[in-house]
């Protein structure tokens, strides 16, 4: 088999399989769902206090009284025509229009903290792994193994008792501040919209509010690049052709930075998509702990209040950005890496 028709098999596998993938995880969330105690009704009722045919008719009214098989075919046939639903909680919000709502808001945050774990990650990598055996390698080890053990809410916690009620640099919680007004809406990532419209204080302010948040995250995520930078970094370093540098004089700081590292990164830009796929899906934990508008928040509040359109919809949402980011790097691999479309 030529190498195109190779590629071109590959491709196509990989593109059959994101349906498949996509229907498991929709169907385990649909399940989960209804195991799950509690009632929707007695939520937008407001209590189990209300008498039990208005409760009854409030479900036959929202389907819920239909058969499982029934409401699982009903949602299956929705989510072909691109219908996410509509929230129970949220006075007949399309689900659609939640998740352009607050979806801005997580991949600022996601983007920002993405930066600050390559940053400290790769840079923490490269410095234990270019001093084996020394203080900084030690520190590099315990630093993976601290960063992966920590639950990020109690990190972030850690962070808001610290720098935010004893010193005061940043704010608690939020995403901007009450007392000005935000940036017109153009991207809804303010930053952005910020440098738009032109006010750098808008900018600042929002740099200052996000700044906990991407820390908190952005810190614990940086363990996963420091070890992939600082095991790669150190087998590259052994290679021949580093050894050959060395043999002509190059200096170590100049292999390190133009023959090694470079190198070693290769594994990082597959692990690169994936981690902020899930970071977009997994900073949960930081918007409710930050108190932040994004789409994990949001998340929490409808499992909640058992708003089970509201929940499948920004699962769904996640679970396809995922699959999506996961073929891409397949994909993307395929083309550099000959050995993994054989």
């Given at each position: 088999?030529?190498?195109?028709?190779?590629?071109?098999s590959y491709?196509?596998a990989?593109?059959?399989?994101?349906?498949?993938?996509?229907?498991?995880?929709?169907?385990?969330?649909?399940?989960?769902?209804?195991?799950?105690?509690?009632?929707?009704?007695?939520?937008?009722?407001?209590?189990?206090?209300?008498?039990?045919?208005?409760?009854?008719?409030?479900?036959q009214?929202?389907?819920?009284?239909?058969?499982?098989?029934?409401?699982?075919?009903?949602?299956?046939?929705?989510?072909?025509?691109?219908?996410?639903?509509?929230?129970?909680?949220?006075?007949?919000?399309?689900?659609?229009?939640?998740?352009?709502?607050?979806?801005?808001?997580?991949?600022?945050?996601?983007?920002?903290?993405?930066?600050?774990?390559?940053?400290?990650?790769?840079?923490?990598?490269?410095?234990?792994?270019?001093?084996?055996?020394?203080?900084?390698?030690?520190?590099?080890?315990?630093?993976?193994?601290?960063?992966?053990?920590?639950?990020?809410?109690?990190?972030?916690?850690?962070?808001?008792?610290?720098?935010?009620?004893?010193?005061?640099?940043?704010?608690?919680?939020?995403?901007?501040?009450?007392?000005y007004?935000?940036?017109?809406?153009?991207?809804?990532?303010?930053?952005?919209?910020?440098?738009?419209n032109?006010?750098?204080?808008?900018?600042?302010i929002?740099?200052?509010?996000?700044?906990?948040?991407?820390?908190?995250?952005?810190?614990?995520?940086?363990?996963?690049?420091?070890?992939?930078?600082?095991?790669?970094?150190?087998?590259?370093?052994?290679?021949?052709?580093?050894?050959?540098?060395?043999?002509?004089?190059?200096?170590?700081?100049?292999?390190?930075?133009?023959?090694?590292?470079?190198?070693?990164?290769?594994?990082?830009?597959?692990?690169?998509?994936?981690?902020?796929?899930?970071?977009?899906?997994?900073?949960?934990?930081?918007?409710?702990?930050?108190?932040?508008?994004?789409?994990?928040?949001?998340?929490?509040?409808?499992?909640s209040?058992?708003?089970?359109?509201?929940?499948?919809?920004?699962?769904?949402?996640?679970?396809?950005?995922?699959?999506?980011?996961?073929?891409?790097?397949?994909?993307?691999?395929?083309?550099?890496?000959?050995?993994?479309?054989?």
């Amino acid at each position: 088999m030529s190498r195109s028709r190779a590629l071109q098999s590959y491709v196509i596998a990989r593109l059959l399989l994101a349906p498949l993938m996509l229907w498991t995880i929709v169907t385990v969330v649909f399940l989960l769902l209804r195991a799950t105690p509690g009632d929707p009704v007695d939520v937008i009722l407001g209590g189990r206090g209300a008498p039990d045919s208005v409760k009854e008719e409030y479900r036959q009214r929202l389907g819920l009284a239909d058969p499982l098989w029934l409401q699982y075919i009903r949602y299956l046939g929705s989510l072909l025509n691109f219908d996410l639903g509509t929230s129970l909680t949220s006075q007949g919000q399309d689900v659609w229009e939640i998740i352009q709502q607050h979806f801005p808001a997580t991949l600022e945050l996601a983007t920002f903290s993405m930066a600050v774990a390559l940053i400290v990650g790769v840079g923490f990598g490269a410095i234990s792994a270019s001093k084996p055996n020394t203080a900084f390698d030690v520190s590099g080890r315990l630093f993976g193994i601290i960063t992966y053990a920590i639950p990020l809410f109690w990190f972030g916690m850690i962070l808001q008792l610290i720098f935010a009620v004893q010193l005061g640099w940043f704010p608690p919680n939020g995403r901007f501040s009450l007392a000005y007004p935000p940036p017109p809406t153009i991207t809804g990532l303010y930053t952005v919209d910020s440098i738009l419209n032109g006010n750098i204080e808008q900018l600042i302010i929002s740099l200052h509010y996000l700044a906990l948040p991407c820390l908190t995250l952005g810190f614990l995520i940086s363990g996963i690049f420091e070890r992939i930078v600082r095991v790669n970094l150190r087998q590259t370093l052994k290679a021949d052709y580093v050894e050959a540098a060395r043999a002509r004089g190059i200096s170590e700081r100049k292999i390190l930075i133009s023959h090694a590292l470079k190198n070693a990164l290769i594994p990082v830009i597959t692990v690169l998509g994936l981690t902020f796929a899930s970071m977009l899906g997994g900073a949960v934990l930081t918007e409710v702990t930050f108190s932040w508008p994004g789409l994990g928040s949001r998340l929490y509040q409808a499992i909640s209040e058992r708003d089970y359109p509201t929940v499948q919809g920004i699962m769904v949402f996640f679970a396809a950005i995922v699959v999506a980011a996961s073929i891409l790097i397949d994909i993307a691999n395929a083309y550099i890496d000959p050995r993994i479309r054989y």
